[in-house]
């Protein structure tokens, strides 16, 4: 089977039922998919399929196909940084940074809209995540300080 992961094709010789976080991770070399609940519920594992964040634990290989996936190493172009990364950055957000990847996905579908979220649909789109380092206040001031500089009012 072939996907579109970061804008290239690369071909899985898996099983199209096998865990999608499990080859985007170990047979595609994709460490910035983490595996954390294995049922979808703590966002870890969050990439973009087709712009929109999807959890991959919960997620069959198959239903990758076709599509176009973003994982974090996607994220940025030309060796920029994504205001999302750079205010996750400026705003010291990350503590362990396990959790820090899906939601780095999820901010970046936020930011990338076509319209600037309000800090509750931020806040409803983050509350999907779960950070055990307590980071959530500092990764809400990073993602909304992105948010103003991609949408300036």
């Given at each position: 089977m072939e996907?579109n992961?970061?804008?290239?094709a690369?071909h899985?010789?898996?099983?199209?039922?096998s865990m999608?976080?499990?080859v985007?991770?170990n047979?595609?070399?994709?460490?910035?998919?983490r595996?954390?609940c294995g049922?979808g519920?703590c966002g870890a594992c969050?990439v973009?399929?087709?712009?929109?964040?999807?959890?991959?634990?919960?997620?069959?290989l198959?239903?990758?196909?076709g599509?176009?996936?973003t994982?974090?190493?996607?994220?940025?172009?030309g060796g920029?940084?994504?205001?999302v990364?750079a205010a996750l950055l400026?705003?010291?957000?990350g503590q362990c940074?396990?959790?820090?990847?899906?939601?780095?996905?999820?901010a970046v579908?936020l930011?990338?809209?076509e319209?600037?979220p309000?800090?509750?649909?931020?806040?409803?789109?983050?509350?999907?995540?779960l950070?055990?380092?307590?980071?959530?206040?500092?990764?809400?001031?990073?993602?909304l300080?992105?948010?103003?500089?991609?949408?300036?009012a």
């Open positions: 996907i992961v970061n804008g290239g690369r899985c010789d898996a099983p199209a039922t999608a976080a499990y985007l991770r047979d595609l070399g994709l460490a910035g998919v595996l954390g049922e519920h969050t973009l399929v087709d712009g929109r964040p999807a959890t991959t634990c919960d997620m069959p198959s239903a990758l196909e599509r176009q996936v994982t974090p190493e996607g994220v940025g172009a920029q940084l994504h205001p990364q400026e705003h010291q957000a940074g396990f959790c820090l990847s899906g939601i780095l996905m999820t579908a930011v990338d809209g319209r600037p309000s800090e509750q649909e931020v806040r409803a789109a983050l509350d999907r995540h950070c055990r380092c307590g980071s959530q206040h500092r990764i809400l001031q990073a993602v300080a992105a948010v103003r500089k991609v949408h300036p």
